[in-house]
């Protein structure tokens, strides 16, 4: 397919806002997508070449050298390329107009416009520059990066060349997340929007859009749905509700559930094969190199030929056999230092659900059942162990199993239903699992994670700094952030200055079009920080957006003396906590006060 026909569709789709017309928009761009290209179309669409978490490279290539590279192609100097991008802001735009104009001094005339008898540029052709730039390497790669992207940028029409540099730049500038892709796949592929369910449950046990459409196209939607989890590609996470009043949170499961500590570390996903492990973040990226004892480990622990488990890495002191705080795993992102790290930082997986095994899918069994599977299937070793669990049906046997899981290290109990409906929810957040954590004493009983879009200079000591950020919480049904409150407390001076650096990379010349907001920040920012943060309590508010008119009218919902806690690099910004878990907090957080209007919280600590 020519790149052109692309590159038309996300002009459109960059001028477009409402749901349904961008749904309508992609539909007939995959409608003449040939099937061989529906891969490549999805990823460009998704801004990247692959999945994030196969660990191939980026492309790598600088501001400087794709100015470099506009110039090379359009015969125009760097200085004018350069200044026409402080004036506008956009590069893409400035490529795009370049490709319009005659150079100084000669050139063609127009010569690379409309193409007549050049051969067209193809989404195939362009893709694959762009995979041959992202994995050039060693010595000379700058310099073959340059070639390919300023022979592509010379090939291009001007709207081509507008979106790839918009692409190498990593800013599309479109309005569309995956959930309107897959509405789209499953009108164009699928015959209605109903086929969507399926896509999603493919999408949730293999995380691979472009892969997931691909199938789609080539063996249609009967085959996707007997789709099974595969060993290397990471299965989405089943996501929990939270709680905070234990006869609630069993009324909620049906009376009986597993209460298991909730660990406090890092999420591993596990696929094991006899001759490989593999491990996968929260966030689906490998992280396999960082845990070479982990895979060992599990490498003596499992008696099957196939298994995906998940559980918690946690730091522990082998001495003492006690967990340490969850901070220290970070030393375990070095990656130079590894064997040094594994030694300072011994840990242990604590496992709690199995979701494949030999072929099988576990997915839609009940969790007693894949509980039984995985104590088969695993023999725990000094490393390796099952996560304590107990089978609670009061609160008091609940609250007594949190208080001892606290005492004993643990961040909280994970409360899980084990009920005919008890099926892993790859993907999702639901009632099944719920999480009580242990900070209830402030009125904020937990802490939330919110996306950076905007920030302002700080004042005084902090002038010329970006100390104040403007924060976010994900709207799930529009597919946009909403703004929640402003945060300046809790950053060190050193963070201050690695947050201005970091955010000015991030700064873009215009609100992002997936961002709704009444509060005009000094520098906008592409929304991809995820920041967490807790404060004394939710309140309503005028200025923010975050469920506007959802609890009264006029009001988003807002945090009242936010202060930063750390950065969640671990999450992805759609994994932010969404404007309807803000409400329902805010809901509890009142029936707490209506319950107890002078008392403070009535579970005490341990
Ligand atoms: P979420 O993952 O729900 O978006 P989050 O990243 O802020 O939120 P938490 O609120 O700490 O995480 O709770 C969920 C996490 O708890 C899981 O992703 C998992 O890493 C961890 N966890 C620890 N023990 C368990 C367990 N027994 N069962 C399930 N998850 C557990």
Not at 145 to 165: D, G, Q
Not at 568 to 575: H, L, S, T
Request: aromatic share 8%.
């Amino acid at each position: 397919m020519e790149f052109e026909i692309l590159a038309k569709a996300l002009d459109e789709l960059g001028r477009i806002s409402s749901r349904i017309a961008l749904t309508n928009t992609l539909v007939d761009l995959f409608k003449i997508t040939p099937r061989e290209e529906i891969r490549k179309v999805v990823y460009l669409l998704q801004g990247r070449l692959w999945p994030d978490w196969k660990g191939l490279p980026e492309l790598g290539v600088a501001e400087k050298l794709l100015i470099k590279a506009i110039s090379m192609a359009t015969n125009i100097r760097e200085e004018e390329v350069d200044a026409r991008f402080k004036e506008s802001g956009d590069l893409g735009k400035v490529a795009e107009y370049l490709k319009t104009v005659k150079p100084k001094g000669g050139g063609g005339l127009l010569q690379f416009i409309g193409g007549g008898e050049k051969e067209k540029l193809t989404v195939t052709k362009v893709y694959e520059s762009l995979v041959k730039i992202a994995t050039a390497e060693g010595e000379g790669s700058r310099d073959l990066k340059l070639r390919i992207l300023s022979a592509l940028i010379k090939e291009a029409t001007p709207i081509e060349a507008r979106y790839i540099v918009r692409f190498v730049e990593g800013r599309l500038r479109i309005n569309i997340g995956d959930a309107t892709i897959m509405d789209a796949l499953a009108i164009a592929y699928g015959g209605s929007k109903n086929a969507r369910l399926f896509i999603e449950r493919a999408y949730n046990l293999r995380a691979d859009l472009g892969d997931i459409a691909e199938q789609l196209a080539y063996h249609g939607l009967e085959y996707l749905k007997n789709i099974t989890p595969t060993f290397g590609i990471p299965i989405r996470p089943m996501l929990a509700e939270r709680h905070r009043d234990p006869k609630e949170m069993l009324e909620k499961v049906g009376g009986r559930a597993y209460v298991e500590y909730k660990y406090d570390g890092e999420r591993a996903q596990i696929h094991y094969s006899e001759n490989e492990v593999q491990i996968f973040s929260r966030r689906l990226e490998n992280i396999t190199h960082q845990y070479p004892d982990v895979v060992e480990a599990i490498r003596g622990s499992i008696s099957a030929k196939e298994a995906i488990v998940e559980g918690e890495i946690v730091p522990f002191d082998p001495d003492s056999g006690e967990m340490r705080p969850f901070q220290i795993l970070m030393t375990r992102k070095r990656k130079h230092e590894i064997h040094k790290a594994m030694k300072e930082v011994p840990v242990k997986v604590f496992l709690f659900d199995i979701l494949y095994v030999d072929g099988k899918d576990l997915t839609n069994e009940i969790l007693p059942k894949r509980r039984e599977i995985l104590e088969k299937v695993v023999k725990p070793n000094e490393r390796v162990e099952i996560a304590k669990y107990i089978v609670a049906e009061t609160p008091e046997e609940l609250e007594k199993f949190f208080l001892e899981a606290i005492s004993n290290g643990a961040e909280g109990v994970m409360v899980k239903s084990i009920s005919e409906k008890s099926i892993y929810q790859a993907g999702n957040r639901g009632w099944l699992w719920i999480k009580y954590k242990r900070d209830y004493k402030s009125e904020m009983t937990d802490s939330v994670d919110l996306v950076v879009v905007g920030a302002f200079y700080g004042k005084g000591k902090r002038a010329g700094k970006l100390s104040t950020l403007l924060l976010a919480g994900y709207d799930d049904n529009e597919d946009v952030y909403r703004t929640v409150c402003k945060v300046g407390t809790g950053f060190t001076d050193e963070e201050l200055e690695r947050m201005t650096a970091e955010l000015k990379e991030l700064a873009i010349d215009h609100k992002d079009p997936m961002v709704e907001s009444d509060i005009e920040p000094d520098v906008w920012v592409r929304p991809t920080k995820v920041a967490e943060v807790i404060g004394a309590e939710l309140t309503l508010s005028p200025l923010h957006s975050c469920a506007r008119d959802t609890l009264a009218p006029g009001t988003g919902i807002s945090i009242r003396f936010p202060r930063f806690i750390r950065w969640r690099e671990d999450k992805n910004p759609e994994d932010a906590t969404t404007c309807k878990e803000l409400v329902e907090m805010y809901r509890q957080q009142l029936k707490k006060l209506e319950e107890e209007p002078t008392e403070p919280a009535e579970t005490g600590e341990p």
